[in-house]
């Protein structure tokens, strides 16, 4: 599947986004992006390997729609984990933070969450665990990773998924230890949602301290 909408829809969507009409407005300034005869915005990507793209400029509006139809569609996605899908999205479609977006939308994937089997060793007599009663009562964090090194050095995603309302905080990181995760919890959590009642991990090295 190439794209999931017609010209028309997408130029729509184009025309109501400020950045890409932006982009239109003083393409002098932006030589990596090319309008084509029907007015839809392509960036123009040249891989590693010399392959040059051009890729479909997607406006925010239209963002959900395609991650959907490629993680959660049986006939395009088979609920594909995150490289996966990003590296089939990536050669059709272009946005910013598009690799973030991806993590986002598939650790937020209620059918993801009920079929991934369990790394766990068995531990004696299973304990049911309630499910949450409220937002902020229960998180899960992990990391994702790792990936292609950003130009900022980062390797990792931390993702903090609430399990009640599914609510995603994700952030690129450089490495997977412990302290990188002390950090992003104090910093980009407590300091600005507040502390939740419990904080569900795995007792991987990286989230435990010598």
């Not at 239209?62 to 006939?75: D, P």
């Not at 049911?128 to 990391?143: F, N, T």
Request: with cysteine.
């Amino acid at each position: 599947i190439q794209i999931f909408f017609d010209n028309d829809t997408l130029v729509q969507h184009q025309t109501a986004a400020p950045e890409i009409q932006r982009i239109k407005k003083s393409r002098r300034l932006h030589p990596n992006y090319i309008i084509d005869n029907y007015n839809v915005l392509f960036k123009i990507v040249k891989r590693k390997s010399g392959q040059q793209l051009h890729l479909r400029y997607l406006p925010a509006s239209l963002i959900v729609e395609v991650l959907s139809a490629y993680h959660n569609s049986t006939f395009c996605g088979a609920h594909f984990g995150v490289k996966r899908a990003f590296y089939k999205i990536r050669d059709r479609f272009y946005w910013p933070n598009m690799y973030k977006d991806i993590v986002q939308h598939i650790s937020s994937c209620i059918n993801c969450g009920k079929n991934k089997p369990s790394r766990r060793k068995p531990d004696g007599h299973l304990q049911s665990i309630k499910p949450p009663r409220g937002v902020w009562e229960r998180l899960a964090m992990d990391y994702v990773g790792p990936v292609p090194e950003s130009k900022s050095g980062n390797k990792y995603f931390l993702v903090l998924t609430d399990l009640f309302s599914k609510f995603v905080v994700t952030k690129p990181v450089p490495d997977n230890t412990s302290t990188t995760a002390a950090r992003f919890l104090l910093y980009d959590v407590f300091m600005i949602y507040g502390v939740p009642l419990e904080i569900i991990a795995d007792n991987g090295s990286h989230f435990t301290s010598a």
